[in-house]
């Protein structure tokens, strides 16, 4: 593995990857709308990855082992993809999300036998129905469809791809501090500080979570395997909304306060349904994960 391509990468969990492929001796190339710099060492190509034309434009000739999708979001960006780097790359990762596992009334997937992890064959991406045709590009219905369009990017590189494609389906990424973007973590901070109530569902369950710096390594792990197919990436152990606000509690002088409501504005890390996902595919093709108590008391202090 000499020549990678990450799409996206420029913020969180997505510069630790790329600054571990280039630390390996990797030439490692950023694509990009511009909003981010690379880290030095790295080619930077500017691109909007749903311009087909443009994209084909800006890699111009080169060729890469390895592309790693980090922000692939819907079945046409999917299409684009499938057809920008036909001939271009000898292996395809896409970085997707637990949340093609929702099953709740919204999310379309069939329920497991309560508190059983899901497994990969839970979603078959050779099965699962894609239409094109649904607005993808409105920004309001992509954020309430996330799973669904991971779950039909998913099916489409599956079914129409020319190279080796591989899904990590990637449990929900916590740590990091400032890095994380995303202010999950630091919304339960700041609610717990300043008395402020969190909104949790009336039954509330656990979920499965990966630390920000082992998801980079296992993308980067997976880039240089040859498996394909789905995978689950997720540590060791779950955990639920009140053993975090407990956890986050322990170092401030203040105590959780819980709205068990269930409104429209649940705090993020409540789940009204289990959220487990089986990691031993990972673990049998030889990645060995963490368990959240090696690193959930540092990505909380990070937090604070």
Known sequence: MKEVCVIGGSRYFGRHLVAGLRDRGVDVTLVNRG?????????????????????????????????????????????VAARVFA????????????????????????????????????????????????????RAFLEN???EGKRQAEAVFTREAAFPFVTVRSGHVMGGGPADFTGRLRHYVERIRAGRPIVV?????????????????????????????????????????????????????????????????????SFGHYYGMDNSRAGRLGFAFSHTRDWLPDAVAQAL
């Open 201 to 269: 569902h009336r039954d509330n369950h656990p979920s499965s979570f990966v630390h920000h710096r082992e998801i980079a390594e296992f993308l980067r792990w997976t880039a240089g395997a040859d498996f394909t197919g789905a995978v689950n990436a997720r540590s060791h152990g779950e955990f639920d909304v009140f053993e975090l606000c407990d956890r986050i509690a322990s170092h401030t002088a203040a105590r959780p306060v819980y709205d068990r409501s269930g409104g429209a504005e649940v705090s993020p890390y």
């Open 145 to 147: 469809q996330y799973g």
């Open 87 to 138: 001939g271009r790359t000898g292996r395809y990762v896409m970085t997707s999300t637990i949340e093609v596992y929702d099953h709740s009334p919204a999310g379309g997937v069939p329920a497991a036998a309560p508190g059983t992890p899901m497994a990969e064959t839970a979603v078959d991406p050779e099965l699962w129905p894609v239409d094109p045709g649904l607005p993808w590009h409105d």
């Open 35 to 79: 909003s981010q710099a690379p880290p030095p060492g790295v080619t930077h190509v500017v691109a909007d990855r749903d311009d087909e034309r443009g994209l084909a434009r800006a890699l111009g000739t080169r060729t890469f082992d390895v592309v790693v999708d980090q922000v692939c979001n819907t079945p046409l960006q999917a299409a």
